[in-house]
């Protein structure tokens, strides 16, 4: 004989019906902070209670900078080609497919032209979300045609960057972006047209060896991984244990390779008065 | 020459003035070293920032004498390493990669080996970019390539088929100018040779790059890397 009588029955809803939790109301810090997704966004992403800056795409960036959310998305139509044929344990094709499906872009980077506080700025922001980032063909013509944008019409250029490096599915064509955003960038400079570089978390490989390093500023966000060979590889270079902190934003300041680090939430103020400062 | 006046001398890099039939060249290139011990000094021809930069100091240089510049590039990749980072190995090389484009003087670029990544990138922005028929050129190294997309070093030959990263390949692309013919066997059953079919290619090259402005040139180099690429 039992303890207890069950009155009502067990679950008994089955499975396929279960109804889920809605997803994504709150989110947890690496440091285990807990905030509303709401409280997180009027925030800039960023937790103020531990100041952790999570993850954001060039939706969120556009939306934070640009005066009102009003911009002019340039070449927004490029989509990749597949010149290589290329499969691993996927095709390129399919594997771009699945993930404009999954993110609703078109590629992993993003321009537009519009006014933060009044001034005129050309921003191309990358989508870690797209393929980490990764920098292909689409990827480096968009840039290559936001700098040239700005040249023709001598506004200045930001580049957000966030990315693994190079797209290994275009191999030499990838490889070649980092020559051609370069080629650009030296026109820009040039004509002495001022460019902002801001690498966000995280920024590796090819872009870091390229247009990332190159700006007339180079900024950064806090806590940002910044590095030209990515740390497991580092690791298994040497044989040993990487310091604490090393390739974070506030390590490559200190080696000199950033202007400042600036909190998210004074970007755009500090944006601001950095082009001001030239203007005048 | 040695040096980037800077931090250190990076044996991974080497460069200097020679000359070919009277005309002074600046030869820059990545050594790799023939024998164990060789290959350690040399860091398996692997460049610190500081190679990158001692190799920017010795164009300015050839420029500032209006001497034409040929690297030769051999490289499994720029260095991973801590000092490397430290001393912004992304930074020495897209730096590379922005003055390059602006040199007044000729510059002529081949793949003697191995062009890995960057790591060749970083000197190879040039006029005329050239491969030896047997040597490949791609952003990875096939067995990097493998390790990262299969996660395992077993399906090098399968990523090296997949990167189409041969000289013809590349020359197919349109990302390389032209292929250097080895001789029968390959450049290593004689070298004497292949040194010979690369001066040979080195002189028509430079006769027709002496014939342009220094601004033609250097928009030319600039447009033909603008249109590399393939997208919809």
Redesign the interface.
């Given at each position: 004989m039992t303890w207890f009588q069950r009155k009502d029955k067990g679950i008994s809803t089955p499975t396929k019906e279960k109804k889920e939790a809605p997803d994504g109301l709150w989110y947890k810090t690496p440091s285990g902070k807990i905030i509303h997704i709401r409280e997180l966004r009027s925030n800039q992403y960023v937790c103020p209670e531990d100041d952790y800056h999570v993850r954001i795409g060039s939706k969120e960036y556009f939306e934070i900078l640009f005066d009102d959310n009003q911009f002019k998305e340039l070449d927004e139509g490029?989509?990749?080609?597949?010149?290589?044929d290329?499969?691993?344990?996927k095709k390129y094709p399919d594997r771009i497919a699945a993930s404009q499906k999954k993110t609703g872009l078109k590629d992993a980077v993003r321009s537009g032209v519009g006014k933060i506080n009044g001034y005129d700025l050309v921003i191309s922001c990358m989508d870690f979300s797209f393929i980490g980032g990764s920098m292909g063909?689409?990827v480096?013509?968009k840039i290559?045609r936001a700098i040239d944008y700005s040249l023709k019409h001598k506004i200045p250029f930001l580049m957000i960057s966030k990315s693994g490096g190079?797209r290994?599915m275009?191999?030499?064509?990838?490889?070649?972006?980092?020559?051609?955003t370069?080629?650009?960038?030296?026109?820009l400079?040039?004509a002495k047209v001022p460019y902002i570089s801001l690498l966000t978390d995280p920024t590796t490989?090819?872009v870091?060896?390229?247009?990332?390093?190159?700006g007339d500023f180079n900024i950064s966000e806090p806590g940002a991984l910044i590095?030209?060979?990515g740390p497991r590889?580092?690791r298994e270079?040497?044989g040993k244990d990487?310091p604490k902190g090393?390739?974070s934003s506030e390590f490559v300041l200190e080696?000199?390779?950033l202007d400042f680090i600036v909190d998210r939430r004074n970007l755009k103020a500090k944006l601001t008065s950095l082009i001001k400062l030239l203007k005048n | 020459m040695h040096g980037d006046r800077a931090v250190k001398d990076d044996k991974a890099m080497v460069g200097g003035f020679g000359s070919i039939d009277g005309q002074s060249v600046m030869f820059i290139g990545q050594q790799k070293g023939r024998n164990t011990k060789q290959r350690q000094m040399r860091n398996f021809g692997m460049a610190n920032p500081d190679g990158y930069r001692k190799a920017l100091r010795l164009m300015k240089m050839a420029e500032k004498f209006n001497k034409p510049i040929v690297t030769l590039i051999d490289t499994p990749g720029a260095f991973p390493g801590l000092e490397a980072e430290e001393r912004g190995q992304g930074e020495a090389i897209a730096r590379n990669l922005k003055e390059m484009f602006m040199l007044k003087v000729p510059v002529i670029c081949i793949v003697i080996g191995e062009g890995a990544s960057g790591g060749a990138l970083g000197i190879a922005i040039g006029d005329r970019v050239l491969m030896m028929e047997n040597t490949w050129y791609s952003v990875i190294s096939p067995e990097s390539c493998s390790s990262i997309l299969w996660r395992s070093w077993d399906y090098k030959e399968q990523a090296a088929e997949a990167l189409k990263l041969s000289s013809s390949d590349m020359l197919g692309n349109k990302l390389i100018d032209g292929i250097v013919p080895e001789p029968l066997g390959g450049a290593h059953a004689d070298f004497e040779e292949a040194a010979n079919k690369i001066k040979n290619i080195i002189k028509e090259n430079l006769t027709e790059l002496l014939a342009m402005t220094p601004e033609e040139r250097i928009d030319s180099r600039i447009n033909k890397f603008a249109d590399m690429g393939v997208y919809n």
């Open positions: 490029l989509t990749s080609g597949d010149p290589l290329f499969k691993d344990s063909s689409v480096g013509e290559a190079a290994m275009e191999a030499g064509f990838s490889l070649m972006q980092m020559a051609k370069s080629a650009k960038l030296a026109l400079s040039e490989g090819g870091t060896a390229s247009y990332a390093m190159l590095g030209f060979a590889v580092i270079t040497i990487l090393f390739q080696h000199g390779f | -």
